[in-house]
């Protein structure tokens, strides 16, 4: 079946980076989008950066405009989000998604907070 599992979040101070990894198994990876959500308490999910199967990326909130960068490794069936300068409002849980026969998929969330 298919799984998406998240790692490398954690506590970090202002202008600090992370790098957060998602290990996808259960299906063929090499053929399929991959996305990074967020989430705050009280407020919907937000897209956050979505890469091609052809490794073409795109990253959405103009808040994070610079400070991201979405890779994969279709060897390894990982993708990975680089968050640079961060700040205390990038606070969220971090989802790894993918869309496989119009079925949406997530992983269980890896914790972000930007503190000092």
């Known amino acids: 079946q298919v799984q998406l599992v998240e790692s490398g979040g954690g506590l970090v101070q202002p202008g600090g980076s992370l790098r957060l990894s998602c290990a996808a198994s259960?299906?063929?990876?090499?053929?399929?989008?991959m996305s990074w959500y967020r989430q705050v308490p009280g407020k919907k999910r937000e897209l956050v950066a979505t890469?091609?199967?052809?490794?073409?990326?795109?990253t959405f909130p103009d808040s994070m405009k610079g400070r991201l960068t979405i890779s994969r490794d279709n060897a390894k069936n990982t993708v990975d989000l680089q968050m640079d300068s961060l700040k205390p409002e990038d606070t969220a849980v971090y989802y790894c998604n993918t869309k496989i026969n119009l079925q949406y998929y997530w992983g269980q969330g890896t914790q972000v907070t930007v503190s000092s």
């Open positions: 890469i091609t199967s052809a490794g073409v990326s795109t």
């Open positions: 259960g299906f063929t990876f090499s053929s399929i989008a």
